[in-house]
């Protein structure tokens, strides 16, 4: 099993940052690949970001491509999503996932570990 909690949402204007955290524990979380992905109400959650187990390989949703960064600690089991040039857009909740797979990294039913959600308001 592994425990998911992430933090750094909040309201924010259109063209700001913020840096989302999400704390692994459990199992050994540099054996994971980790994803983010973000919901809005009465829609699908989307993938917006990946990582892999070592940080070497990254994937970005074409949506946040070029804005959004995503990266690991693997000694403080720690992964972050860095948002920068935020849009009224981005709004939704975001969750950080943990999957031992490394096939289709975009894909949600791969990843059998989430956290609670946090969430992010970009303001017009």
């Known amino acids: 099993q592994v425990q998911l909690v992430e933090s750094g949402g909040g309201l924010v204007q259109a063209g700001a940052s913020l840096r989302l955290s999400c704390a692994a524990s459990g199992r050994t979380f540099s054996g994971y690949n980790m994803g983010w992905f973000r919901q809005t109400p009465g829609k699908e959650r989307e993938f917006v970001a990946a990582?892999?187990?070592?940080?070497?390989?990254?994937y970005y949703a074409d949506s946040v491509k070029g804005r959004f960064t995503i990266s690991r600690d693997n000694a403080k089991d720690t992964v972050y999503l860095q948002m920068n040039g935020l849009k009224p857009e981005d709004t939704a909740v975001y969750y950080c996932?943990?999957?031992?797979?490394?096939?289709?990294?975009?894909?949600?039913?791969?990843?059998?570990?989430w956290g609670q959600g946090t969430q992010v308001t970009v303001s017009s």
């Open positions: 996932a943990a999957t031992p797979s490394s096939g289709e990294v975009h894909n949600r039913r791969l990843y059998p570990y």
């Open positions: 990582i892999s187990w070592s940080g070497g390989n990254t």
